[in-house]
């Protein structure tokens, strides 16, 4: 880290995070004004009227320009519905973030258009769901978190969101390329030219028309906030007395005029290209994708004139780190939040893998990447490697020498079984090797594809309600099927079958949810920058969540404690069918009872087959179930006319999953966590180290499942030499060879996060990644960081 | 020597993704039985060629079905918790099954060479892939000849690399028939005195210096020496300079030596043996003393690792 760096990274180091009022009192601003015209040419225009004033600011040692929020380190408050109640405010403030009573006052004075007016995605959703059918499940919590009220979903409230208005929590990768090379100025004179082109003979051409005019709307006014901020740059040089920042900020209003509406020429206009882009997309979820390949070509240049060096291009990508750092995400009631355990972001930048042609694709920049995140150490965004057989060992190296500082990233996932899924889902074997992730690991091509519903399903509870005969002990109703009394089952197959049952049933209804959720987003939130940025936009004529595209994987089925389940049912079938140590009824009553008065029976679930050790009595079944809820999920239908994806991501959904389920044959008590990751053993279950526990995830079949997560946890005394490391590669591609897609490594020891806990305030700095994503361990929930140290811990 | 697939063996422990014993990826068969009694051991449960009671105390809440439980009689309660009494205990397991809090775990497992060869193959993809393989390590392999031969077989017949850890202490006879199944052999020095290495270790090392220059030469098994760092017992300038003064000219100058600083891990399963008489508390060697010992070992012209 340099001097500069240095300073701008001690900057986010804030006791308070200030939520700002600016966006949306500007965006409420435009949405009076324009009430009753199409929502696209709506958004268009507030997205414009909040570009155009929003405040601007350049901070001291800046290279890449662009303030987030209105204050330093401030989260927007969100324009997309009512804000918290009050309760819900109250412990935000004391979660670390700050709300003066005149702002909460002007935010309260905008709910009343929000509410009781079909105008939020609760609102919209609930308007489906009757009482006989979806609303029992919405309220059962088996798609986390349940909702209390119909309008009210999972809570009013957020904050954070980018310059652009969003599309929600939508996990999608862009097509950068088009405005780093080509520059907005070409796309919107695009745009003008289909639109005088355009006659309105159906009525998809009329809706062409709306789209194309908010699509020119809206970008030329991201031109128009670089400029000003060119203006801006241009004006502080006038006044610096620093020679060499007046040179620099004389660099900035050059740059700030010359990008995104122009192609980048480069490195550096590329880099600033990218964040004022980066800035109008930016979600929770936004995706960097393969960044080191489309900047490479910049680099390159620059480098062949040699009017870069790899210090200065350092220098940009840890500003870049810092830019990123700036800007948090909060959102949701509690149950909500706790989902995404506190200011979490899944900010994914891919780097490594191969080429379309198939080659291997790292380069200079590629492990720059690395070292920027090593030197600069925050916690976003995050890096993800794509592994292949020829994937440099060295780079290897250079990965897990990042990983070993204990920063929690790079996760690295294997090209083999992430092409392997795209090609059977009919993408050509080109573009499939150029995929990416959006969200934490969930496969993408930049501009082909979006994911926009994929639900936390929690199977546990599914697992319980089977055990009822489709009764649901939490909420006290017949919830599912009438699939028979446990205790009538002659075996073990029956039991199973009972199970699947329940559970197609329950995947059903989640379907319809996500299409319902589909819809309405579809009908709210039509976005013209995102939209810009898909292939063919301007051809199409469509919103990216108004068309189906290229690889449509708009809907998603994610299982959530599938692992309980699979350990649930090897004691199962080999206590109570197999062995007869323990009779249904006992079982059920212990259970029921959380095992009080019954410990020898939860020790004899405990001494059961365990996931994890690779032991196939319990690994088939984790097969077995894997395999249904895949082909299962491919029987339903998105609303985009594709067969809805099945993925493997849980998030921190284990923990408030956990909290709403009751216990489990697997020996867990209830309310306790449910095991994280998908393929991931629950936490400390697997006693016989990292080998043991990849041959029970190669067990299962991860072809049809767009990412999966596994996640080990290292002592550091395994990573110590040159060695070591070269061992955990061999380990990795193993794992990637025989069809693992996703492992990723904490490298801390128990001591030093159990005194985090007793002493946040001297570890403000430590960062740990929970399932897919960094975060500052001290701002994760209690009962994260309970299960960060529980997670088995490989002594070697 | 016999060797069967039915051989029978105790272990204790199968460690897999073991990457400080041996090249690549391995799996370390920990054996029981060690006709050495080193002082700083630390893996007292290694030692006995028996099965034996790990008991953690904290655990205990003094119910007493242990002590009913217990065929031998060798349980009584004292202050609340459970005592056993180890001359008696012959290591049946049956506390360990009936406790309801896991506060009693047995140590020890009786095996056939073939049960020991599937656990250890199940990770062949890996030893494939990062020139890995099996381990034999303990107590010490050579206390328990036939079976470690057998299991050896079994391995190298499925083109599984072998290496064997030993401190030596063998007659000729045994560790001629169980090394010529080894790829490799990790060999102890533990002192190079003879006396200090008897008050030490409850032998001399006449007997596993002369195997090793036997192994060295006449079976010609590539060798690597291991030379744990125990401070105040066997870390001076000194022991290490003649230590590695055999290693260079009695042996060979290709040999490669682990330094292996001493660490408290095993503290605890004093402990748990309930034989907190015979533990020793050592403080780990700073690593400036490590880096010195390296430089002494390297000054030879041998190559000096620190750790595994």
Redesign the interface.
């Known amino acids: 880290m340099n001097e500069r760096v240095r300073k701008l990274k001690e900057r986010l180091q804030v006791d308070k995070y200030p939520i700002c009022v600016e966006k949306s009192l500007l965006v409420m601003e435009s949405y009076r004004q324009t009430e009753g015209e199409p929502e696209i040419i709506r958004r268009a225009k507030a997205t414009a009227n909040y570009l155009d004033k929003k405040t601007i600011f350049i901070e001291d040692d800046e290279l890449i320009v662009g303030n987030v929020a209105s204050k330093p380190m401030g989260l927007e408050a969100g324009s997309l519905g009512p804000t918290w109640p009050e309760k819900e405010l109250e412990e935000l403030r004391q979660g670390g973030l700050e709300l003066s009573a005149q702002d909460e006052m002007k935010l309260r004075a905008m709910d009343d258009y929000w509410t009781g007016k079909g105008r939020t995605l609760w609102e919209r959703m609930g308007l489906y769901y009757d009482d006989e059918r979806l609303w029992p499940f919405i309220q059962s919590g088996i798609l986390l978190p349940p909702w209390e009220k119909k309008n009210e979903g999972r809570g009013h409230g957020a904050a954070g969101v980018g310059w652009g208005l969003g599309v929600g929590l939508t996990l999608i990768v862009v097509d950068y390329e088009k405005v780093l090379h080509e520059g907005l100025n070409k796309l919107v004179a695009e745009a003008e030219e289909e639109l005088r082109n355009l006659r309105y003979t159906t009525a998809d051409s009329i809706k062409k028309a709306d789209f194309l005019q908010a699509v020119i709307t809206a970008n030329k006014a991201i031109v128009r906030l670089a400029h000003r901020f060119g203006d801006l740059a241009e004006e502080m040089a006038s006044k610096e007395i620093s020679l060499n920042r007046k040179k620099e900020l004389e660099r900035i209003a050059e740059t700030c005029r010359w990008v995104p509406g122009n192609p980048a020429r480069t490195f550096y206009q590329a880099m600033q290209s990218f964040w004022f882009i980066w800035m109008m997309i930016a979600s929770g979820t936004t995706a960097g994708g393969r960044f080191d390949q489309f900047m490479y070509p910049f680099y390159k240049k620059d480098k062949e004139k040699s009017s870069i060096t790899d210090d200065e291009a350092l220098e940009l990508l840890e500003c870049l780190r810092i830019k990123i750092m700036q800007y948090n995400f909060v959102g949701g009631n509690k149950l909500q939040r706790d989902k995404w355990a506190g200011l979490a972001r899944w900010n994914n930048f891919v780097i490594g893998g191969v080429t379309p042609d198939g080659e291997d694709a790292t380069n200079e920049l590629s492990y720059l990447i690395l070292e920027a995140a090593k030197d600069c150490r925050t916690p976003h965004p995050t890096i993800t490697v794509r592994v292949h057989e020829d994937t440099p060992q060295d780079f290897m190296l250079k990965a897990l020498e990042l990983g070993r500082t204990g920063i929690g990233m790079p996760a690295f996932v294997g090209d083999k079984s992430y092409i392997e899924y795209l090609v059977a889902n009919v993408v050509p074997l080109r573009e499939a090797r150029d995929y990416s992730l959006g969200g934490c690991l969930d496969a993408m091509l930049a501009g082909k594809s979006r994911t926009s519903a994929i639900g936390m399903f929690l199977v546990p509870r599914v697992f319980e309600i089977a055990l009822n005969n489709g009764f649901d002990p939490r909420t006290g109703r017949q919830l599912g099927p009438k699939t028979g009394d446990f205790e009538n089952f002659k075996t073990f197959d029956d039991f199973m079958q009972a199970f699947k049952e329940q559970l197609a049933h329950f995947m059903s209804l989640t379907a319809e949810e996500h299409n319902i959720l589909l819809q309405a987003q579809r009908e709210l939130y039509p976005d013209p920058v995102h939209s810009l940025l898909m292939v063919d936009a301007i051809k199409e004529g469509k919103d990216v969540l108004d068309r189906t595209l290229p690889f449509e994987n708009g809907s998603v089925l994610n299982p959530v404690g599938m692992i309980n389940v699979a350990d649930a049912m090897a004691a199962v079938r080999k206590l109570v069918f197999e062995e007869e140590k323990v009779t249904k009824e006992e079982l059920k009553d212990a259970l029921a009872a959380n095992r009080e008065g019954y ?2 029976i939860r ?1 004899m679930c405990l001494a059961a087959p365990k996931y994890g050790n ?1 032991d196939a009595y319990v690994d088939m079944i984790a097969r077995d179930l894997y395999q249904f809820w895949a082909d299962t999920t491919a029987t339903f239908y998105s609303i985009y006319g594709a067969k809805m994806k099945a993925s493997g991501i849980s998030i921190t959904a284990h923990g408030p999953g956990g909290a709403i389920t009751g216990a489990t044959p697997d020996g867990r008590y209830a309310g306790e966590n449910l095991a994280d990751g998908t393929v991931s053993a629950a936490q400390g279950r697997d006693i ?5 526990l990849l ?1 029970s995830a190669m067990a299962i079949n991860q072809a049809p499942y767009q990412s999966t997560l596994l996640n080990m946890k290292f002592h550091p005394s ?1 990573l ?2 040159a ?2 490391l070269g ?1 955990l590669a ?2 990795i ?2 794992y990637f ?2 069809g693992g897609k996703h492992v990723q490594f904490n490298v801390v020891d128990r001591n030093t996060l159990l005194d985090a806990q007793k002493h946040p305030e001297r570890y403000r700095d430590l960062i740990v990644r929970v399932a897919g994503y960094s975060a500052y361990f001290v701002q994760l929930t209690k009962a994260v960081q309970d299960d960060i140290i529980s997670r088995t811990e ?3 | 020597m016999i060797e069967s697939h039915n051989t029978k063996g105790l272990i204790f422990n199968v460690q897999y993704y073991s990457i400080h014993d041996g090249p690549g990826i391995r799996t370390t068969v920990f054996m029981k039985g060690c006709p050495l009694k080193c002082l700083w051991c630390q893996n007292p449960e290694s030692q006995r060629l028996q099965r034996e009671i790990f008991f953690e105390l904290e655990k205990c809440t003094g119910c007493g079905i242990c002590v009913q439980a217990c065929s031998e009689g060798a349980i009584e309660l004292f202050e609340g918790r459970s005592r056993t009494n180890r001359k008696k205990c012959s290591g049946t397991g049956r506390c360990a099954e009936v406790c309801p809090v896991e506060a009693r775990k047995i140590m020890g497992r009786s095996v056939t060479a073939k049960e020991v060869f599937e656990e250890v193959a199940r990770d062949a993809l890996f030893y494939q892939r990062s020139g890995g393989g099996v381990t034999l390590s303990g107590g010490e392999p050579l206390a328990q000849p036939r079976f470690a031969v057998s299991v050896l077989k079994l391995c190298k017949d499925a083109g599984i690399h072998t290496t064997v850890d030993t401190c030596g202490y063998a007659s000729w006879d045994t560790v001629q028939q169980v090394l010529s199944y080894a790829d490799l052999v990790l060999y102890d020095f533990k002192h190079i005195d003879p006396a200090e290495h008897k008050r030490y270790t409850g032998v001399s090392n006449e007997l596993i210096l002369d195997n090793a220059r036997k192994i060295y030469h006449e079976l010609a098994i590539p060798m690597l020496a291991r030379v744990p760092i125990i401070p105040t017992y066997n870390d001076s300038a000194d022991n290490i300079k003649a230590t590695t003064q055999f290693i260079s000219s009695e042996l060979g100058k290709n040999i490669k030596v682990h330094l292996l600083p001493y660490h408290r891990l095993g503290e605890t399963k004093y402990e748990r043996l309930e034989k907190m008489d015979l533990a020793v508390l050592i403080e780990p060697p700073a690593e400036e003393q490590m880096l010195a010992l390296q430089e002494i070992v390297q000054s030879f012209g041998l190559e000096a690792v620190l750790g595994g």
Do not use: F, Q, V
Request: with cysteine.
């Open positions: 410990e020898n020790k690779g016989h180290g990292p080998t043991a041959r395994a110590r030499s060695e070591d061992k061999t380990l591609k193993t060879d025989c490989y002594m070697l």
